[in-house]
């Protein structure tokens, strides 16, 4: 039976010197932990304009310059007046001003309410804004029918934050919601890190771009679209280097180049031990490198290095075993990179299983899987996909996350199993 110890206790013997071929399997978490121990941020930082912000890494804390609210004022439609005023009448009040949003009124004559609306600033001598549901205009006045509580539907001066206040730190990933933080303390431009360069190419000589006739033996380069788009859902700038063929100095001479270009650079393929795997031994010529045994599945080979000073991250050919391995390594890698202070593995969710499984697996598996509610019940269950192929594209497209297995346990329904939404692997790929 699956339960949350399982994922974070390490799956095989751990030893920080067994990533080479020859050593032992690393878990996914050393394997995590060696990586992001071993990313550095990018130097180099530009204004922008807020505006243009979206996904991009703040490189120093924004601080405030004003208080927030900047002035007193109405969180409602309504009345703006003394409560001791209201008290003292019978119920109504003459209205003296209307202030709307956008304009200053003056000081509220003693013993009259204003027509107020949100966000208007509340005139000095008020002390309350009345909301209208519980008004009635009633002459060149108004009556209020209802208890009212002085001090009530006023937004004060500073209540969120004040002047000098440190309103988003440095590292943090720029959402909407940071931009719209940003405009409302006035920022025009953020100092955010330079984009990310990234190389990416594709080593096979089976692979032809769409659109391009299909020979025997050969495959499409979907690749090159899977890593493409995962940089750019990361706000990097991506150097496409398209297809290097199965050939040693090409290889090598592709590899060279794509590190004089890049902070990083990525490669698809051609990182296992056959004799048909030239970027493994090119790299090695050029650098230096590492082929991750990481026990897990799919995921092999992964291979970690240097060309030159710029690192270098292998990913597996097929397809699955690319954007696992992207998710779980090179994603958390490159936020660093990026800048990112909190950049870490993604985090499971906890939720019951809608599948079973009997035999228990070898080694621990990400399975594609898609989070279902029952349409009476409301009940979530992780379903999984029907194949584990590591080539089959259409599983990813199936699935809206990632289900982890633990090696060595059985599975019944309604177990909790680790859930990995696509949310929380790949920016923008959810609707
Ligand atoms: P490799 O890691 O080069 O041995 O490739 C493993 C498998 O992934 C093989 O079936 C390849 O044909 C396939 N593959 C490699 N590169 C790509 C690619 N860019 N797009 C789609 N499939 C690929
Ligand atoms: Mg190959």
């Known amino acids: 039976m699956a339960n949350s110890t399982t994922v974070t206790a ?13 050593g032992k399997p690393l878990s996914v978490e050393e394997a995590s932990a060696q990586l ?12 922008l304009p807020t505006m243009e912000g979206l996904g991009r890494v703040l490189a120093e804390p924004l ?57 208007a600033p509340v005139p000095e001598g008020a002390d309350t804004v009345v909301v209208q549901e519980v008004c009635e205009p009633e002459r060149d006045g108004v009556r209020v029918n209802a208890e009212i509580r ?28 940071h931009l719209g933080l940003a405009a409302a303390v006035g920022a025009e431009q953020l100092r955010v890190y330079r984009r990310l360069r ?45 297809i290097i063929a199965d050939e040693r100095e090409a290889t090598q001479a592709a590899l060279a180049a794509a590190a004089q270009q890049a902070d990083l650079v990525l490669a698809s393929g051609g990182v296992s031990v056959g004799e048909e795997d030239h970027v493994r031994p090119a790299v090695e010529q050029l650098g230096h490198l590492d082929l991750w045994r990481v026990a897990m599945k799919p995921g092999k080979p992964f291979a970690f290095g240097r060309i030159g000073e710029t690192p270098f991250i292998g990913s597996p050919g097929n397809p699955v075993s690319l954007f696992v391995t992207f998710c779980l ?54 379903q999984r996909f029907h194949s584990t192929s590591s080539a089959a594209l259409s599983s990813l497209t199936w699935a809206n996350g990632l289900v982890l297995i633990p090696p060595g346990e059985t599975i019944a329904i309604g177990d909790p199993v680790a859930f990995l939404p696509f949310a ?8």
Not at 36 to 47: H, K, P, T, W
Not at 200 to 227: H, K, T
Not at 334 to 356: E, N, S
């Open 329 to 382: 390594f090179a994603r958390p890698f490159i936020a660093r990179m990026q800048g990112v202070r909190d950049a870490r593995p993604p985090t499971p969710q906890w939720l019951p299983a809608g599948f079973v499984l009997s035999k228990p697996l070898k080694r621990r598996d990400y399975q594609r899987a898609r989070l279902q509610s029952d349409a009476a019940t409301g009940q979530l269950s992780v």
């Open 36 to 47: 992001l121990a071993a990313a550095r941020v990018i130097d180099g930082s530009e204004l």
């Open 198 to 242: 990234v190389a990416m190419l594709a080593s096979g000589d089976e692979l032809v771009m769409p659109g391009e006739p299909l020979g025997p033996g050969q495959i499409y380069n979907s690749n090159r679209f899977l890593f493409r788009a995962l940089l750019q859902a990361l706000g990097c700038e991506a150097i496409d280097l398209g």
């Open 63 to 119: 601080i405030s310059g004003t208080d927030l609210p900047g002035w007193d004022n109405s969180a409602m439609d309504g009345y703006a007046l003394r409560a001791a005023d209201l008290q003292a009448s019978d119920g109504w009040l003459p209205v003296s001003q209307r202030i709307a949003a956008g304009q200053c009124g003056t000081p509220l004559t003693p013993g009259t309410a204003a027509r107020i609306f949100t966000g």
């Open 150 to 177: 002085a001090g009530e539907n006023i937004r004060r001066r500073g209540e969120e934050l004040h002047a000098g206040t440190q309103v988003l730190e440095a590292g943090i990933r720029l959402g909407p919601q």
């Open 424 to 431: 929380e692997l790949v920016p923008g790929s959810v609707a």
């Open 10 to 22: 390490n799956d095989c013997e751990p030893s920080l010197s067994s990533s080479v071929t020859h």
